[in-house]
């Protein structure tokens, strides 16, 4: 009986299987083909269609006779042999009438050949010999790269395929935009907030371009670039007197911040804009007394040699309110304060009434006194008593060291705080602030409010006495205030060339007249 070729596909099914991705073929194929090097014994060892048993027992469309009968019609290029026709014969005719002994000694050898392979290697019989699915552990890779994953690895991940590195790459870099995305929104929604509030600040009287600057040197200024230089006058509750005056020097490149505490009660020139006296000589604090925000610029600049044009007033209900949002402060009290805080902290909790704004709520701030000594959280009107202690606790010098013990602080907690508490204290302290900076120097600013460290912190003068001179009573004379402003530019800018302008000169050699002391007074 002849067959046709095209009855049973055979050249479709070859030109399927020349047009598979080539796979690479398991140990067990390859292994076969190193014993059995020849085409006609792959024929007949392989458990392809060529044998008739393994054709006859697996049910298979066609026989291995008939890939005989073409005389190399055989598309895996089965050698025919002599063995093979005979094989075939017997085969089929054992097959077609269960008769001939060499047909059946033929069919049961190719059953056993094929039963034993079977069990070597897990393949069912007839199995197409490129299908890998028999194989636990084993799958192609078409891309050739990518690492072989056995099947025990992927098992608990619910047959999803694993990622590439690639792939990989791209969620990572995915997840990092939606990160800096929600950062954006958040800086953004903050900016929108801060405008939203903007007209709540108290607005300068003047311009920066009003403000006093001496006739500085061509050098001096040049120190000064790149820095950024804002003056902080903490008010009383009358707002009438600034008993907080610091300097924050800010370096651009670096964000280090550097507090300098000037002390209120130092003896130096201050001009008085009420009336025009240039001439005029008192404590530090009475410039903000006669001239306000614009008095207290003039006087820093003209007494140290500074161009500082910003400022920032705010009073000591803002300082509380702020301190009492950011969970209050850890303060160690000594026990030589514990005769003096809690008569502050009684005067300070009458005074925050008439701090407050009106409104339901604000303005019947309570607290209680300290117990005792040691380190505890204070709340804000604690901490405002401690930073306004000064007899017998370090004098005015005391006093700004606690000042700037609790800057720092506030500075340091703030920056660990989530973006819902700083905008809630933005709206808290707004009221209480007066600046002359724009709405676009601050949010110039809030970008590095993060990097912001306070990295040195003194009081000025460095050299002073205490003394009684004229009308102005009690005060800190500056021993060689020239001398001493030169250390300050040194200090603030690095500027070891700075020279002492003409104006600083006379300031300091008249304060020597009035005082009767000089920088050959000083101790240390």
Known sequence: MKYRDDEYGYDSRRRDMEGRRRVRPDAEMASQRRRNPAGSSRAASSGMRSTAGAGQSSGMRGTSGAYGSRGGADPYGTRRTAGGAAGTRSVSAGGARGMGASGTRSGAGARSTSAARNQTSGRRVGAD??????????????????????????AGRKGKKPLSQKAKKKRRIRRVLFAVEGVLLLV??????????????????????????????????????????????????????????????INNKTSEVTLTSVLRDTYWNVPNLSNGDEEKYAKANNAYHTGGDLGALNALNKNLDLNITEYVTVNWYAVSQVVDLLGGMEIDVPESMMGEINGYITNTQAEAKSWAPDGPGKGQKGTTQIDGPGLQTLD??????????????????????????????????AKKEDIGTLLNICEVIFPEIRTNLTLADVLGLAPNIGSYKIVNQFPFPYHQVDALVGSSGSVKVPLGLADDVAQLHRDLFGDENYEPSETVRQISNKIEKLSGYSAEDRTN
């Not at 003047?206 to 040197?217: A, P, Q, R, T, Y």
């Not at 804000?380 to 720092?408: M, P």
């Open 129 to 154: 010999p490129y299908d890998r699915s028999y194989q636990a552990g084993y799958y192609a890779d078409n891309g050739g790269g990518r690492r072989r994953q056995d099947v025990s690895e992927s």
């Open 188 to 249: 953004v929604l903050a900016g929108l907030f801060v405008i939203s509030k903007w007209d709540m600040i108290q607005k300068a009287t003047f311009g920066k371009k009003d403000v006093h600057v001496n006739e500085l040197s061509e050098n001096t200024i040049q120190s000064m670039e790149g820095y950024r230089t804002i003056a902080i006058f903490g008010a009383d509750e009358e707002g009438s007197h600034s008993d907080v005056i610091m300097i924050a020097n």
């Open 380 to 413: 804000g009107l604690q901490t405002v008593a401690y930073c306004r202690i000064r007899h017998g606790n370090g004098g005015d010098d005391g006093r700004t060291q606690r000042q700037r013990e609790v800057v720092n602080q506030i500075l340091e907690k």
